[in-house]
């Protein structure tokens, strides 16, 4: 006797399913999978450079690091501005952005010794991304479009 079937509510969505919704919250890029493993690669890496022993990095001058925390962010939102169209995934990527930055502020404060949790580098980190997904409100939006597709 075959085991009853679940019922359709009860059902997780297929592979197709939510890769048909992750490309509808996406530009229609060419390789809309390559720019937005790319992304997620570009947030690993502020990911594993924001948790590395201070040692290991480069010396900044004095509020520098303000300077990149601002720059690293900005650019990961405006990333997200070339790869999403929808304006509710990219309010998600801005917010993800910032609890990510403040996440990684504690985490420098809770995981390493050599780190330390600092307020100003959050508030950084928070400027950059309002910036980065101000690029929306400019021609600058859709450079990754035009680039992929034409490419």
Known sequence: MRPPSRTPSKRMPSESMLSMRMTLTLKPLRRPWLWLGLWWCAIG???AASLLPAFLLPEVPAGGDKLEHLGGYFVLAAAAVQLYAARRSLLRAGIGLVLLGVGLEFAQGLLTTTRQMDVWDALANSAGVL?????????LRDVLLHFDNRA
Do not use: F
Not at 131 to 139: C, I
């Open 45 to 47: 890496v502020v990911i």
């Open 131 to 139: 910036a980065g997904l101000a690029t929306v409100l400019t021609p």
